[in-house]
Nanobody, 119 residues
Framework: QVQLVESGGGLVQPGGSLRLSCVAS????????MSWYRQAPGKERELVAV????????DYADSVKGRFTISRDNAKNAVLLQMNSLKPEDTAVYYC????????????WGQGTQVTVSS
């Protein structure tokens, strides 16, 4: 059974940090590019960060460049999102996504974790 389980969300003050974790099971993790998306209330889901299957390349939304870092540990089937200098506009549900590197129609989603940035 394919599963992506996110954790690490919560309430943090502006300027603070959080680290999100997504642990995968039920598929060959190293064959998948991994991404983090987020969706704020009333807004469309947007791509935040992506990392290739080997971890050799990453990309970020302009709004988080220099503040967020995506990484992965293929031995642990995990992808992380380190979020620093958080802003209220980062408030959203954050989702983990896996896309097969050769068959992009094969993709999986986690259930999401809430991040709230507020004083």
């Amino acid at each position: 059974q394919v599963q992506l389980v996110e954790s690490g969300g919560g309430l943090v003050q502006p300027g603070g940090s959080l680290r999100l974790s997504c642990v995968a099971s039920g598929f060959t993790f190293s064959n998948y590019a991994m991404s983090w998306y987020r969706q704020a209330p009333g807004k469309e889901r947007e791509l935040v960060a992506v990392i290739t299957s080997t971890g050799g390349s990453t990309d970020y939304a302009d709004s988080v460049k220099g503040r967020f870092t995506i990484s992965r540990d293929n031995a642990k089937n995990a992808v992380l999102l380190q979020m620093n200098s958080l802003k209220p506009e980062d408030t959203a549900v954050y989702y983990c996504n896996a896309v097969h590197k050769w068959r992009p129609t094969i993709n999986h989603w986690g259930q999401g974790t809430q991040v709230t940035v507020s004083s």
